[in-house]
């Protein structure tokens, strides 16, 4: 049946070949660090899951880890502490194929993201890596309410819904397994993951080859092959080729299904992976059997059975149970221990406060003239705090109709001038647009990765809008980590359109729009910078200029009320250039 893929869990980032050069550079600035603080740590994370997940047969990984742990350690540094954990507990479960030293460091991971609410966004790694350590020992009864769990989490729910796939795929229950695969095709696809493209398709096409529907089966196997090929994806390419191989098993061609059992064969040592190895024996058994083969046959189904008797038995799914329970029990005596303290607590207060009645009373007419004084000042404070919060809110009100309003006039425009397929692709993007743009509507601060991702699909709808006569580009420094940074919602978006308006739009050459996020004394600056006609030419449209102009004027209100209210100095800087404008807005940098 299917094996479970390796795919995107280690430090919750996306991994991809192309983050090999980036992973190198952050290598070098490792390398060169002068002591030892959160920002090392962070590096240390980031360049271990750009790397490791590459490099799975580097056995320096788990003294790398453990040394970044003991570093957060000594900072009591709790984020370091957790990521450290998790990244430990994926090179014994992945690399090691070491599912109970594994749990352990996923559980205590998990417990701190319990105790802190900050770090409550993490636990959907080590959920995940939990059920997938059921799910490898065949305990589907715990593996589905892990992963129905991990629904509520948007970040990687691709991956999540293939889970559920999987597990009715081995329980036979093929419709069900077809329709989780097909919504996470539909999630890959929205979210350009390619890899979980790939991977699920692959997934898809046995599931259907297995329910007798070759057709459909071949069809998306060959598409998650040549996915893996035209892009490269060789952190899938193991289990897809045994995947494959049991799908022209299916199918009859048991030449091409010995090929990919073999090369997967192959392929799997350097993955170190016990687990993706014994489906690969198995599956390379089965075909050597269908085809008369009765010698290597036997052999590899004596070397599956040997590494698949290591990896499930009865013992070892008592000893996760077991490790499961003790867990909550310590978690139930850490409570109930955390109880009693304030108990006692309290009753301690108690008796220091009934001796202290008569002081107190002799002292209470000082104080209260004090308190009086104190209040006062306080609630003029609340109140004006309480005053510069409804003010946000409104600022923010505003923003949004004005936002959808203008991006209609630009789908309508669209629809008039252009044939129903290209309008249907623009009302698609639209809609995602919509979606994210009400998503993050509420939200004081979103992280600068969300902030991206929307302006990325503004500036798509705007291409398609004016007929590719732009170009953009997004750039973020390598010191601001994207997942962590926080920043208002849609802060950069006016002055983009006002790019694109009024001055690319009227530009004859066209032209480009670079925006830039880098950190500076502990503020975020955020450019942008077009090439277009500059603002002295786009006035000459008074009435047009006035009208698009709101959501600049809104932008600024909304700084100068943050400012306000947070006691900070952000601000927006409008400089003319001698071709095009630049605008530069900082504010502070709040990290997660």
Not at 10 to 19: D, E, K
Request: aromatic share 8%.
């Amino acid at each position: 049946m299917k094996i479970r893929l390796i795919l995107a869990l280690l430090c919750f980032y996306h991994l991809g070949y192309s983050q090999l050069k980036e992973a190198d550079s952050i290598q070098k600035r490792i390398e060169n660090y002068e002591g030892i603080d959160t920002t090392l740590i962070n590096l240390r994370h980031s360049y271990s899951a750009k790397k490791s997940m590459l490099t799975p047969s580097d056995t320096t990984w788990l003294s790398f880890n453990k040394k970044t742990l003991s570093m957060a350690e000594e900072l009591n540094y709790t984020k370091g502490i957790l990521l450290a954990n998790n990244n430990i507990g994926v090179i014994y479960h992945y690399f090691r194929s070491d599912p109970l030293t594994a749990l352990d460091y996923y559980q205590t991971a998990y417990n701190i993201s319990e105790q802190n609410p900050s770090l409550e966004r993490y636990q959907f790694s080590m959920l995940t890596n939990i059920g997938l350590i059921h799910y490898e020992q065949e305990d589907y009864g715990k593996a589905m309410p892990t992963f129905r769990k991990l629904l509520k989490y948007p970040q990687r729910k691709s991956n999540t819904l293939s889970n559920i796939g999987n597990i009715y795929g081995l329980q036979q229950q093929t419709d069900s397994a077809v329709y989780y695969f097909k919504a996470s095709i539909n999630e890959a696809k929205r979210t350009d993951d390619m890899m979980q493209l790939a991977n699920v398709y692959s997934n898809l096409g046995l599931v259907q080859s297995q329910a007798g529907r070759l057709d459909k089966g071949l069809t998306n196997t060959v598409s998650g092959l040549k996915m893996i090929d035209s892009l490269g994806l060789e952190m899938i390419r193991v289990p897809a080729y045994v995947n494959a191989a049991e799908v022209y098993m299916l199918s009859n061609d048991l030449n091409k299904a010995e090929y990919y059992a073999t090369e997967s064969l192959n392929a799997v040592k350097s993955l170190n992976n016990l687990y993706t190895e014994t489906k690969s024996l198995q599956t390379l058994a089965t075909i050597q059997e269908k085809k008369g083969d009765y010698e290597n046959a036997l052999k590899n189904f004596k070397a599956a059975n040997i590494l698949n008797d290591s990896l499930v038995s009865a013992d070892r799914k008592v000893e996760i149970s077991r490790k499961e329970i003790q867990y909550e029990a310590d978690k139930k005596e850490a409570l109930a221990f955390a109880e009693a303290e304030r108990q006692r607590t309290i009753k301690n207060i108690s008796l220091v406060s009934g001796s202290g009645i008569v002081l107190a009373s002799l002292l209470a007419f000082v104080f209260y003239r004090r308190k009086q004084k104190s209040d006062t000042v306080k609630k003029e404070a609340e109140f004006n705090a309480t005053v510069a919060e409804v003010e946000l809110k409104a600022l923010r009100a505003q923003m949004n109709p004005h936002f959808i309003f203008n991006s209609l006039n630009s789908i309508g425009d669209y629809i008039l001038n252009n044939d129903t397929q290209a309008a249907s692709d623009y009302l698609s993007k639209f809609a995602r647009l919509m979606r994210m743009t009400l998503e993050n509507s509420d939200k004081q601060l979103i992280t600068l990765e969300e902030d991206i991702q929307l302006l990325n699909t503004y500036l798509a709808i705007e291409q398609k809008r004016f007929d590719t006569a732009f170009e953009f580009e997004i750039k973020v420094s390598d010191d601001l980590n994207i997942d962590e940074v926080l920043l208002p919602p849609m802060l950069l978006q006016p002055f983009v359109e006002n790019s694109i308006v009024h001055g690319l739009s009227k530009s004859e050459k066209g032209g480009k729009i670079v925006i830039n996020f880098h950190s500076e004394q502990h503020k975020l600056i955020g450019i942008v910078e077009d090439n277009g006609v500059g603002r002295t030419m786009s006035k000459m449209k008074i009435e047009h200029r006035k009208k698009s102009s709101m959501g600049v004027s809104i932008t600024q209100n909304r700084i100068e009320v943050l400012n306000k209210t947070k006691g900070t100095n952000g601000s927006v800087k409008i400089i003319d250039k001698k071709v095009g404008t630049k605008v530069i807005v900082s504010l502070p940098l709040v990290l997660s």
